[in-house]
């Protein structure tokens, strides 16, 4: 038993390192050689927010935006399987997923947010004790001008790298714990 449990605790581990890898990959690319307002556009893109008159002109003039919406696309696809598999798994309703499917991109704000190196770190795993749910945690929306004072990141790169490599570990360290608790040998009971 505890060779099994040592496995699959290297198999989750490993699972979690390539959804971070992923997640770094999808984020560089939504971002290669865009500027901040391309990358706003994107953004509007990923979410199938209208875009204004100004924002169509651009993506005509601009070449790099065709391998953009590309990754786009890619890390879409990402996301929606990830929170289809999160909603049947039952960490997300599946009300709150078929609401938001095709559309859903993070909310995060600038004053939260850690830079690449630090999200580097939090690489280096250390034994799982719980879920870490709250991503699933039900929240009011954030009224539009609180959001701009609170600096929400428009650019997808960020968020959709985060959100991808915050449900991969959640949904691998879930299936861990499921099969611990599927084997009874492998805990301790509690007093």
Same mark, same amino acid.
């Given at each position: ?10 198999? =989750?581990?490993? @699972?979690? !390192?390539?959804?971070?890898? &992923?997640?770094?990959?999808?984020? +560089?690319?939504? #971002?290669?050689?865009? =500027?901040? &307002?391309?990358?706003? %556009? ?13 924002? %169509?002109? #651009? ?10 919406? @590309?990754?786009? &696309? ?19 309703? @599946? ?31 250390? &034994?799982?004790? +719980? ?5 699933? !945690?039900?929240? =009011? ?6 959001? %701009?004072?609170?600096?929400?990141? +428009? ?6 790298? +985060?959100?991808?490599?915050?449900? =991969? ?18 805990? %301790?009971?509690? @007093?």
């Amino acid at each position: 038993a505890p060779r099994e449990y040592i496995r699959l605790h290297r198999r =989750t581990r490993a @699972e979690i !390192m390539a959804g971070a890898e &992923k997640a770094m990959e999808r984020g +560089k690319a939504l #971002s290669k050689g865009l =500027t901040q &307002k391309e990358q706003q %556009v994107l953004g509007k893109i990923f979410r199938k927010e209208a875009l204004t008159n100004e924002d %169509v002109l #651009s993506l005509r003039r601009n070449e790099r935006m065709i391998d953009a919406i @590309e990754a786009a &696309k890619a890390a879409r696809a990402e996301l929606d399987s990830l929170g289809g598999e999160a909603a049947m798994k039952g960490l997300l309703s @599946e009300e709150a997923f078929v609401r938001n499917y095709g559309r859903y991109m993070p909310r995060m704000y600038r004053r939260y947010n850690l830079n690449w190196e630090q999200i580097l770190d939090q690489y280096r795993l250390s &034994k799982p004790s +719980k879920l870490d749910l709250d991503r699933f !945690m039900k929240r =009011t929306d954030i009224p539009e001008e609180v959001r %701009v004072l609170m600096g929400e990141i +428009k650019e997808p790169a960020f968020p959709v790298a +985060k959100g991808i490599y915050q449900l =991969t570990k959640t949904l691998a360290q879930r299936d861990l714990f499921d099969r611990i608790a599927a084997n009874p040998q492998w805990s %301790v009971p509690a @007093e």
